[in-house]
């Protein structure tokens, strides 16, 4: 197992007593903190319905606003992943300096699904580039600050179990998102799905604060030796920087994330263009897909991390490393089928292998990280990953897509699908990286004086 590191503290934390809005949770208090994770869950997954709902209407939004396929990777990704990427961390260290968790998460909830709305009003590709901007800077501080709301809910040991929970609302909201816009849309129009989308998040934003209370920062960690305090941000950059299986895991995982949201984000596309279906066709079958075996992969990778990482933390990766690589040539032969049948009975092996890295890599950068800087921990894992993942997929998709379509003579089917098979090589550096990662951390096991 890995041992904390020493912390430069430049000024204290506040104690760690109970205040009008916090609780002091034992770790047998399962109720409560079962209930605070299921709650977290279902609002990660109108997150993440909120952000993916814009990939099943992007075929409609192209023909209304008459896009290239680059722009549309803009829309889908940079629009948001950049301004996503850039709040992370400044969020993310507010979160590490006290603010109330609970509240920010509901203030970021109404925030996003209310820009998520106001998509469907516009006009034009600049003024749904500025409202998708928006649902990125409110999303931003929503992973760290449930990132670090779970640490302090559950105990080291069981926090890639919680985290693979948690991390079920990503394919439940992508599911959603998927089928309920592709449905909406076909039978209204891709305005509508936007502004009914908006609305579950401006509601929870109410019901959360009244259920939910903030737990005690640290509060599971005190027999760990790792009591809070705090660091300047440059002082916990270089602290998290320091550790090398958190820089594999951080580069690996970002690539992964390239790779994994370039092809999603264009998958509807895909079987429109090559297969022939239409929207609520491509949504409800790539949204039960990617929510069904997208959670049994999730659930999945979280549970054997927990198992796994009884015998080190190096243990819990080789697992999700295996899925990775098998991704690769699994979604080269999705892309190659002949009907569109068989290439999404084919895409539920690679939705499963791809999701086994999630849980992992959340509970890893939390367990890596010092109690006063885990926010700002997972604001740098959520960065790397949506900067060059979310932020750069689609649009680098979009981009090839133009390319091999000239090179097909026009066909946009073809330049598609080429595009995609292209941007399957970032999983193969991706488990690279992980499998970097895992030496580093067996290595910290047999050595845990050094963390260089």
Known sequence: MSHPIALPIDDPVPPL????????????DRRRR?????????????NYL?????????????????LADWELGLLTGGAFGLFYTAMGIPIAH???????????????????????????????????????????????????????????????????????????GVPVGVMAGLSIGGV????????????????PGLLVAIIFPLLAREPIRGGMDQDEGTAPGRTSFLQGLRILVGRRAFVHVITGSAAIAFAQTGIAAW??????????MNLAQAGLSLGLLTGVRGAIGTWAGGWQGTRLARSGLHMMLWLPIAGVLLCAPLYVAVLNMASGPGALTLLALPIILGALWTAPSIALTQSLAPVAMRARASAVYIVAANLIGVSMGPLVAGLLSDWFA??????????????????TAFF???????????????????NPVSQA
């Open 406 to 423: 000239v090179l097909h003579g026009g066909n946009s089917a073809l330049g598609l699908r080429d595009a995609l098979v292209s941007i």
């Open 17 to 28: 007593q109970a205040g009008p809005d916090t609780i002091v949770l034992a770790p047998t």
């Open 267 to 276: 998958l509807p596309s895909f079987l429109i263009r090559n297969h022939g």
């Open 184 to 199: 909406v849309a076909q039978a209204t129009d891709w305005r509508t799905a936007l502004l009914l989308a908006g609305v």
């Open 50 to 66: 909120d952000r993916q709902i814009v990939v099943i209407l992007q075929e409609p939004i192209k023909a209304d606003f008459g």
């Open 94 to 168: 507010i979160i590490d300096r006290g603010f109330n968790r609970v509240r920010l998460i509901a203030g970021f909830a109404a925030i996003w699904s209310l820009m998520t709305a106001l998509c469907g009003l516009t006009r034009n590709f600049s003024q749904f580039f500025v409202a998708r901007m928006g649902v990125g800077l409110a999303e931003a501080g929503f992973a760290p600050a449930a990132h670090s709301l779970i640490s302090d809910l559950y105990p080291p040991r069981e926090r890639s179990a919680a985290a693979g929970l948690f991390a079920v």
């Open 428 to 446: 193969l550096l991706g488990a690279l990286h992980w499998a970097l990662a895992a030496r580093a951390l067996r290595q910290e096991a047999d």
């Open 34 to 46: 079962t209930l605070m994770l299921l709650m977290l869950a279902f609002i990660y997954s109108l």
